[in-house]
């Protein structure tokens, strides 16, 4: 197929408009991808689903990994070698590309540490406390991954990231909203907690929950803001307080989990004066 109308984005492979995401390169390189290449790196943690910076998420270049003569000599990629004896490959769809615990590592030296820990949680998460169904992977297998490739470029960032990832959060907001408070000197909370009514009820369920203080944490994105989830969260706010639980709502301006900004810390401020009032004590 050819015409002056169509575009080359890889040779012997025409499109009708340019590809520019990650995700609409490696459909168009997918029709070209030869044996021995695989998509890798933040690539592959894209097409996994995990949560990843914008820029990565608009790069307009894949991460392709080869063994041998089969590295990839095109646009819109960057080359990789693949040691193939100690990195698993598996299929999405069409796609062969690098099993989850291995781009997970594999990207590292390529994000910072918390979008690291972000995208980790995403891995050993999915939504499995929403639908039930089981995530990609366990913490137990990053961590035996990350033993298996001591020389990889920024396996030290991996190896501080997997300290630091947890099962339980949902989204990239709730893990920086845990990362700030923990960073901060609070208590770490619980993911995904129900709170139980008199009667064993179920309330609500939290993002982050402080049961032994009854303090609660949500993280709240605007962006996905809607009239029916306004009322959600008043009704939620309503029944907390009806069995003395305290829900402190926070926003994408107040969770900052460098605490660099104003309010971040004061955000940080409110909680811990509400777990002191509730007999918390910080540690000395």
């Known amino acids: ?45 894209l097409l996994w689903g995990a949560p990843l910076p914008r820029s990565v998420e608009t790069e307009e ?29 598996t299929m999405l769809g069409d796609i062969h590309l ?42 137990d297998a990053l961590a035996a991954t990350v033993a298996r490739r001591p020389g990889d470029r920024g396996i030290r960032r991996a190896r501080e990231a997997l300290e630091q990832v947890r099962y339980g959060s949902l989204s990239n907001g709730e893990t920086r909203m845990r ?18 009514g008199p009667l064993g009820d179920r309330v609500a369920m939290l993002d982050g929950a402080y049961p032994e203080f009854q303090q609660a944490l949500e993280y709240e ?22 069995i003395d639980w305290n829900l402190h709502r926070l926003t994408s301006e107040e969770v900052d989990p460098r605490l660099r900004t104003p309010a971040s810390r004061a955000a940080v401020a409110r909680i811990r004066a509400a777990l002191r009032a509730r007999g918390w004590t910080p540690p000395r």
């Open 61 to 89: 270049a894949i991460h392709v990994s080869s063994v041998g003569a089969a590295r990839p000599r095109t646009a819109h990629t960057i080359p990789h070698r693949l040691y193939p004896q100690r990195t698993p490959v």
């Open 221 to 242: 994105s605007l962006l996905h803001q809607s009239p029916e989830k306004f009322r959600r969260d008043i009704r939620k706010q309503q029944e907390l307080a009806a």
């Open 98 to 139: 690098t099993s989850p615990e291995v781009s997970w590592v594999m990207s590292a030296p390529l994000l910072g540490l918390d979008a690291l820990i972000a995208a980790g949680d995403f891995l050993v998460t999915g939504s499995e406390p929403y639908d039930g169904a089981p995530p990609l992977t366990t913490i």
């Open 179 to 196: 990362l700030m408070v923990v960073r901060a000197g609070l208590p770490e909370p619980e993911l995904n907690y129900w709170v139980l």
């Open 1 to 45: 197929m050819a015409g002056p109308d169509l575009i080359r984005p890889f040779n012997s492979v025409r499109t009708l408009t340019p590809v520019r995401a990650p995700r609409e390169i490696v459909e168009a390189y997918a029709l070209r991808q030869h044996p021995g290449q695989v998509i890798s790196h933040t690539t592959a943690l």
